[in-house]
Structure formats: structure tokens, C-alpha cells
């Protein structure tokens, strides 16, 4: 009956609402994490201090990198088990699990050893000053050097547990990790006047919490699931289809961290309060590109099955239709920030000055948000696909050859607020690009089928 269900998700159920079954829980689950990302910001601005908030603004990208390693291993690995369900290859798939999960623990420990031992020189490249330089370290040796590898690995197992149709078990994981987290937070900064710390070690507990919690998801689960994580099925065999789709979303996730350090680094030179400001709009800024991603790895399965089962038709409408999703939604969020951008910049930071220019600057930043969702999904469609490569030129040409170069070239022109009209001005150029690397890919899927048929 499970396996009826199954198949029935994947290859009939009315498009909509099989896209709804799995993103919706996903959809759910990035909210809640992203409440829990802001939570952080939010309590410690409670103290009113703004080089905390930009103490923990400096290193937020660094610690956004282990969410390319989960994606690089996790959302690898999950794109290949969906295609290989799709072609009804369940034998390989725990090779691919236990290569996913081992191998992502083992890269992001090391990554975690190297910040340990370089974050005296990682601080100041990140735009520490003398004033906050403490706070952010701090920050930093919980979030990374402690709680790297359960945070990667929370995230990997999510993803995996997605792969098979099991949205609402891995939805449910992330939302139990964030919750904790909301919960940890004035507890340990303010009931044990840890500040800084208490809220880094929130985030550490919560995302370890989260991968016991998926632990026992998969024990409950194990004659229901191909995945297996026993280190006798680790193999490099799939190493290289697993990175051809995770270097693709790594690198995205990679190169938009590079632009929020650059960003970051560019405020510093205006001062603590620009830097706070810009931390906390881009929190603020991140939602709805959450909500976004939500209904990505929600279709991502649904795309990457019925790719594989050669179904281009139905691969077509569930992407098309998570498109037109997103840009609504969108659409919606923008409207919010426009209206009640100073009210949200002062339920974060009460302080006016920070609260003021936050208000500001996050009425420009918001009106990249519709065309940034269109983009950041039509590049996870084509990772869904296994065209890692048409994805990762995609991300290159968008946050590399454009993002960086011209957040430097609009902060030497016009200045701060330069910089935030960037994002705006990348998505209207990457737009036409992006609807036509998909068209052209599409076209190249149906024109064997076609020369098939006649």
C-alpha cells in the first residue's frame, strides 16, 4: 500500500497537488528554520548593543558554508536516489546514502579544524573591528568549530529522507531543531546572561538534537526505505554523479555567502551600525528565499523521478507550476516589507539609528526577492535533472561573474545604498538567461523522443 502511495505521488497524482505533499511540509520546515536563523539576531538585539548584532552578522556567511556542504553531499545524493527510484534502482542507493552522509561528516570536519586554526585572520577578513572582534569569535567556535559536523549532517539526512517522498518525517526534523533552538535562546541569554554565547550554543545543541531526531525517523522507517548510513556501503563509487548536482548547489550557496561577506565587508568601512543593519536585512531578506527553497527541494523528487522515467511532460508542468508558485508568493512578501519595513527593523533592534537605516535599505533589497525565487528554482530544476553543469554556469554567471564585481563597482559609485540595488540589477540581467539555458535544455530532452516517434 506504502509502495502504491509511492508511486502514485511520483507518477499521476494531479500536479499541483502532489507538488503541495511534499513542499508543503518542506515549505513549513524552512520557515521554521529560518525563524530560528533570526532568532539569534532577534534575542540578542533585545540587548540593544549593535556590536553584537554585527558581531554575529560578520560570521553568519561562514557559518551559512556548512549549508553548502549539506547541499553539496545531501542534495547530491538526493537527486541521484530520486532518479535512480525513478529507473526502479533501489540497490545503489544505499551506497549513495552512506558515501552522503559519512563523506559529508568527514569533509565538514575538517572544515571545521581549519577555522579553529585560521580564525584570527578569517575575523578580520570577515570585517571583524576591535570592538566586536570578541563577540564574533565567540559566535564562530560554537556555531562552526562545535557544531559544524551535527549541522551539516542534520541537514543531509533531511535531504535524503526527502529523496524517497518522506517529506513530512524530514520537515519534521528541521522544525524539531529550530523550535529548540527558539526555545534555548532567552534561556541561555538572558536566564543565563550568556549573550552571544548562549545564543551560538542554542544553535549547536539544536542542530545535534535534530540528528538524533532523524536517527530514530530512520529506525521507524528502515523496511520502508532503501537508504542505509552502515559503513560497510560507504563507496566512492557515486562520488562524481552525486557532486556533478551537489557542486552545482554547493557552489550557488558558496559564491551567494561570498557576496554577503564582500557586503559585509564593504558596510565595515561605513561603520559597526551599516554592518548591523545590512546583517539584519538580510536575515530579514532570506525568508521568502527560504519559502522558495521549501517548494524547491519539495519538487525536486517529483522532477528528478519523472526525469529519469523519461515522463518530460509532467517533469514540465511541476516545474512551471512551482515557478509561477514562487513568484506570487513572492510577490506577497515584498508588498509586506515595503509597508512594514521600520516595524520590522525595530522589533529586531530597538536601538534608532540601526533600526532607521535597516528600514531603509530593506525596502530596496526587497524588490530583487520575485525574480531572485524564479532564478534560484529554475537552477534547482536543472540539478533535479542531473545538468549539474548547465546549473553551476547558471549560479557562476549570476553570483560570480555579476554579484561580486558589481556589489564592488556600485559601492565605489553611489555608496552604501549602491550596494543594495545590486541584487536588483543581477536578477533582471540573469532572468532571460536562465528561462533560456531551461528552454534549451528541454528542447534536448524532447527531440530524441521525437526522432523516436516519427
Do not use: C, W
Given at each position: 500500500m506504502e509502495e502504491q502511495t509511492e508511486?502514485?505521488?511520483?507518477?499521476?497524482?494531479?500536479?499541483?497537488?502532489?507538488v503541495a505533499t511534499l513542499a508543503v511540509p518542506t515549505i513549513i520546515s524552512q520557515v521554521v528554520t529560518m525563524i530560528y536563523n533570526?532568532?539569534?539576531?532577534?534575542f540578542i538585539g533585545q540587548i540593544g548593543d549593535p556590536t553584537m548584532v554585527a558581531a554575529v552578522s560578520l560570521v553568519s556567511p561562514w557559518f551559512n558554508l556548512l549549508t553548502a556542504l549539506g547541499n553539496l553531499f545531501g542534495l547530491g545524493g538526493s537527486s541521484?536516489?530520486?532518479?535512480?527510484?525513478?529507473?526502479?534502482?533501489?540497490?545503489?542507493?544505499?551506497?549513495?546514502?552512506?558515501?552522503?552522509?559519512w563523506g559529508g561528516a568527514a569533509v565538514t570536519l575538517l572544515f571545521s579544524l581549519g577555522?579553529?586554526?585560521?580564525?584570527?585572520?578569517?575575523l578580520y577578513f570577515l570585517g571583524a573591528s576591535a570592538d566586536t572582534y570578541r563577540y564574533a569569535e565567540s559566535y564562530l567556535l560554537w556555531v562552526v568549530v562545535l557544531g559544524g559536523v551535527p549541522t551539516m549532517v542534520s541537514l543531509a539526512l533531511g535531504h535524503l529522507l526527502r529523496s524517497e517522498g518522506y517529506a513530512r518525517q524530514a520537515s519534521a526534523g528541521m522544525m524539531f531543531g529550530g523550535i529548540l533552538n527558539v526555545v534555548l535562546d532567552p534561556v541561555l541569554i538572558f536566564g543565563f546572561h550568556l549573550h552571544v554565547i548562549g545564543a551560538a550554543a542554542a544553535t549547536a545543541f539544536s542542530n545535534a538534537a535534530s540528528v538524533l531526531f532523524f536517527a530514530v525517523q530512520y529506525l521507524r522507517l528502515r523496511n520502508k526505505t532503501a537508504v542505509s548510513f552502515h559503513p560497510r556501503y560507504f563507496t566512492f563509487r557515486f562520488t562524481g554523479p552525486i557532486f556533478s548536482v551537489g557542486l552545482a548547489s554547493a557552489l550557488s550557496t558558496t559564491l551567494s555567502n561570498a557576496s554577503n561577506m564582500v557586503m559585509v565587508r564593504l558596510a565595515s568601512g561605513y561603520g559597526d551600525i551599516p554592518v548591523a543593519a545590512c546583517g539584519i536585512i538580510k536575515r530579514i531578506d532570506q525568508f521568502?528565499?527560504?519559502?522558495s527553497m521549501g517548494l524547491c527541494q519539495g519538487f525536486m523528487p517529483l522532477v528528478g523521478y519523472n526525469y529519469a522515467a523519461k515522463n518530460y511532460q509532467r517533469m514540465r508542468k511541476v516545474s512551471v507550476f512551482s515557478w509561477k508558485t514562487a513568484l506570487v508568493m513572492s510577490a506577497c512578501f515584498v508588498a509586506c516589507f515595503a509597508i512594514f519595513a521600520p516595524q520590522l527593523l525595530h522589533l529586531f533592534i530597538p536601538e534608532r539609528e540601526t533600526s532607521t537605516l535597516g528600514a531603509a535599505l530593506l525596502r530596496i533589497a526587497c524588490l530583487a526577492v520575485p525574480l531572485q525565487s524564479v532564478n534560484f528554482l529554475i537552477c534547482y530544476t536543472l540539478q533535479a535533472m542531473g545538468k549539474g553543469v548547465q546549473s553551476a554556469t547558471l549560479t557562476f554567471s549570476r553570483?560570480?561573474?555579476?554579484?561580486?564585481?558589481?556589489?564592488?563597482?556600485?559601492?565605489?559609485?553611489?555608496?552604501?545604498?549602491g550596494m543594495i540595488w545590486t541584487q536588483l540589477v543581477v536578477e533582471v540581467i540573469m532572468l532571460p538567461v536562465s528561462l533560456g539555458m531551461y528552454a534549451h535544455t528541454f528542447r534536448e530532452l524532447k527531440r530524441p523522443q521525437a526522432g523516436k516517434n516519427t
Open positions: 508511486k502514485d505521488l511520483f507518477e499521476s497524482m494531479p500536479v499541483p497537488r502532489a533570526l532568532a539569534d539576531t532577534f541521484l536516489i530520486s532518479r535512480m527510484l525513478g529507473v526502479h534502482n533501489q540497490k545503489d542507493i544505499r551506497h549513495v546514502s552512506a558515501f552522503s552522509i577555522t579553529f586554526f585560521a580564525r584570527g585572520p578569517l521568502p528565499l527560504n519559502v553570483q560570480g561573474l555579476l554579484n561580486i564585481p558589481l556589489l564592488i563597482l556600485m559601492n565605489r559609485v553611489f555608496g552604501l545604498y
